[in-house]
Every structure is written in structure tokens, then in C-alpha cells.
T-cell receptor, first 117, second 114 residues
Framework: DSGVTQTPKHLITATGQRVTLRCSPRSGDLSVYWYQQSLDQGLQFLIQ???????AKGNILERFSAQQFPDLHSELNLSSLELGDSALYFCASSPGTSGGLTTDTQYFGPGTRLTVL | GNSVTQMEGPVTLSEEAFLTINCTYT??????LFWYVQYPGEGLQLLLKATKADDKGSNKGFEATYRKETTSFHLEKGSVQVSDSAVYFCALSDRTGANSKLTFGKGITLSVRP
């Protein structure tokens, strides 16, 4: 058990709908990362938050957004869903640093499997 | 940009066989290198890591050495078990700045026969 929790475990929805995925990081970790795992794209970095602020963006679609709350949990919002958004979405957390070199190891949650029908 | 290349899979071995999974990388700066494992139906688990050249990461009988001269981080295990059947991902983290996002290889599926 990594200490990172994600809910729900499975989500089945229809095209055009909007869903919210939730992540609670390990106790004390300030950084949260979101990744998408699909058969054709592999594991892709979406976005990072550090202590409530967006820190980096990867291959995240404009239909997707995220935020990190004062209690450090994070939510990933996916809207106008398409069939191609079906994937496993992982959250990871690390202690995080405010700048300079970092050797943070990321610990992953169990993932949310999204199926868009 | 950063990239990670893993050998093509899948790999099927008999129990107690020797395992090598190749991983090479391209990165600016001095990345940290990781191996993650994903068991069927589960999330990613950190297997081992190395943060500088010539470091050797090890865990559960697996080893990998950070080779800067060949930009490689090959995973090895002397004697695999059926329970090692999983998908293995090589990854790097750019250590410059506060953004330490992971760049992953495509992953390789290992199946170990009894």
C-alpha cells in the first residue's frame, strides 16, 4: 500500500458527460501528479500541483482540468468525454520541493479505470 | 526532450531463469532513474531507483545500475519466480527545478512459467 488513495476505482459513463476523479496523497506529501495510461499512448504525464498551485502541465487536453485543495487532496475533472478518453488514470504524490534540484520519488495510487461508452 | 526506450516485449521465461530488461534514456541534465512494476489489476509500485551515475538500485532480488556513459539502466534478476510476472516500466525524472514529472518507457510484460 503506497498510502495514496484514489476514488472511484471504476467509472463507466457516456460520451459528452463530465466526471471527477479524486486523489488523496500520502500524509505530508505536497506534490500531486496525474497520469493517464492507455493502450496506444502508454503512461503520459498530465499535470502537477504543488501545495495548491499548478506547477507543470503535460499532455493534458483543454477539456480536462485539475485542482489541489487546502487539505492537499486533488481532483481531476474530465468533461465532454469521448470514447478515446477511456483509460486508467493514476495519481501520484511526492514530498515536493519549492525549487532547485529535487530527487523526489513518486508513489502511485491504485488508479481509476474510466470507461466511456 | 526526455525519452525512455525499453526493449520490445513480451518476455516469457521459465522459473529460476536469469532476467535482463534493457532500458536506455535521453535526457538533459542529470535525471534520476526508476523501475516501476505493475501487477495485474493493480497500480504502479516503485521497484528501485538510482539518482546518480554508477549508483546501483536494488530491491527484491532485482538490480539496476545507472550507466551515464551508455545512458542505460538495465534491470536484472538472477532467478525469476512466477510471482514476478508483471509489466515493468523504466522511467526518468528530470531533477532540475521543482517539476520532477516522470517520463516512462512503453513497458514490457514479463511472464514466468512454473
Amino acid at each position: 500500500d503506497s498510502g495514496v488513495t484514489q476514488t472511484p476505482k471504476h467509472l463507466i459513463t457516456a460520451t459528452g458527460q463530465r466526471v471527477t476523479l479524486r486523489c488523496s496523497p500520502r500524509s505530508g506529501d505536497l506534490s500531486v501528479y496525474w497520469y493517464q495510461q492507455s493502450l496506444d499512448q502508454g503512461l503520459q504525464f498530465l499535470i502537477q500541483y504543488y501545495n495548491g498551485e499548478e506547477r507543470a502541465k503535460g499532455n493534458i487536453l483543454e477539456r480536462f482540468s485539475a485542482q489541489q485543495f487546502p487539505d492537499l487532496h486533488s481532483e481531476l475533472n474530465l468533461s465532454s468525454l469521448e470514447l478515446g478518453d477511456s483509460a486508467l488514470y493514476f495519481c501520484a504524490s511526492s514530498p515536493g520541493t519549492s525549487g532547485g534540484l529535487t530527487t523526489d520519488t513518486q508513489y502511485f495510487g491504485p488508479g481509476t479505470r474510466l470507461t466511456v461508452l | 526532450g526526455n525519452s525512455v526506450t525499453q526493449m520490445e516485449g513480451p518476455v516469457t521465461l521459465s522459473e529460476e531463469a536469469f532476467l535482463t530488461i534493457n532500458c536506455t534514456y535521453t535526457a538533459t541534465g542529470y535525471p534520476s532513474l526508476f523501475w516501476y512494476v505493475q501487477y495485474p489489476g493493480e497500480g504502479l509500485q516503485l521497484l528501485l531507483k538510482a539518482t546518480k551515475a554508477d549508483d546501483k538500485g536494488s530491491n527484491k532480488g532485482f538490480e539496476a545500475t545507472y550507466r551515464k556513459e551508455t545512458t542505460s539502466f538495465h534491470l536484472e534478476k538472477g532467478s525469476v519466480q512466477v510471482s514476478d510476472s508483471a509489466v515493468y516500466f523504466c522511467a526518468l525524472s528530470d531533477r532540475t527545478g521543482a517539476n520532477s514529472k516522470l517520463t516512462f518507457g512503453k513497458g514490457i510484460t514479463l511472464s514466468v512459467r512454473p
